[in-house]
């Protein structure tokens, strides 16, 4: 996963600046700010900086629990292909 140069809590306060219309510089190029801002204000949107720790850590967990579901779907199949041979 592609990761930031900001932390949560700068982006909720860029995105705070933005909304009361302070003209923010977020990304190195004009070009790049509207595309990047769009999925930033979808998921920190409306958020403060108290919320935004708790939200990183159950994304951590979610990303831990889906290589855990990956790891042991490879290992059922494995043990169906080997159940599945005529000995």
Known sequence: MKGTRHSEEQIIAILKQGKAGVATRVMPTARNQG??????????GGMDCSEAKPLKQLEDDKRKLKYVVAELTLDNRALKDVLSKNW
Not at 35 to 44: I, Q
């Open 35 to 44: 595309a990047d801002l769009l999925p930033l204000e979808a998921k920190y």
